[in-house]
């Protein structure tokens, strides 16, 4: 393994079915040991961008290396260290789920005693170990979209693409996925996963936004609430009327700026809401409370916006 080297490195690229252009001058890297979440509704171009990345789809311009090399030309040695989980259920019916993962590991030359120590492994991970048994046509279907997974990592992959992964699961299942994916990236692996989820993108180290065959924002689930937001959000509520909290609060270095200052009498006695944006909220605090010396705080909170708030912020500036 080449320590440094990104994962992935896809520079400009873009993909024309006919004269459709599906995919336009998309620039994505992604580090080793990083869960990287491509998000983007239905339609977007997210499947498009996995199969130039899995090596399915040749780009019509731009550049992709995949652990350093075009996908497109991967040999059987470098097609071992990647592995694709993807949508739709790709495995045997027939065949019960052990049965399914001996064959998955022949395909990759894994046999003998490590043959059986891996597939045993890696059915107790995704917790199909007592299912073993069942043909793969009898178990749920969040049970075999497990054992796909089981199947895409039997071979310890150092990079695994997965596909909706978690398309039309319950959240309780979809919370399953994400635990064992970061799991899996504790183990120093990379993880590259679409999801239209949009929530899902708080889950993921970086993620990146996908519209209309763009990528219209990447960056940390953080620093995305930060961009949408133009920095993060400080609510206080103070004892009595806002006076001159306002010219106190401008004054304060982290302070970027005051978004409303809103005196309010319904519970009672007269309070000031105040919101303001700082692009650090952790570290804007003390000046903030030092600037507001006498007044009485009695509230104070950093509300996170969801993610569907970020999304339908960023992607409404790029339209
Ligand atoms: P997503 O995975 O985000 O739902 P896709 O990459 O599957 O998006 O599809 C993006 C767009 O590209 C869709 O409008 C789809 O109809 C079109 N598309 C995908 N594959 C092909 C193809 N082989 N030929 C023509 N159009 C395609």
Known sequence: MTVGMAAIEAKDLTKRFGGTAILRGVDISVARGEIFGLVGPSGAGKSTLLRILTGSLTPT???VKVLGSPPSEFKDEERRRVGFMPQGFVLYDSLSVQQNLNFVAGLY???GAERRRRVQE???FVELWEHRRKAARNISGGMRRRLQLAAAVVHEPELLFVDEPTASLDPTLRRRFWKEFEQIRKGGRTIFVTTQYVGEAELCDRVG??????????GTPRELKRQAFGGEVVQLTLAGDPGHIGDCLK???SVGHVIEIRPDERAGEAVSHVRLISQ???AALPPVMEALDGAEVRSVNLPTPSFDEVFFRLV???R
């Open 61 to 63: 311009e731009g550049t």
């Open 109 to 111: 030359d894994l046999g």
């Open 122 to 124: 890696v059915l107790e």
């Open 209 to 218: 936004f996908l519209v209309d065959g763009r990528l219209v924002a990447v």
């Open 251 to 253: 004054a304060v270095e």
């Open 280 to 282: 650090d909220a952790d």
């Open 316 to 318: 409404k500036e790029h």
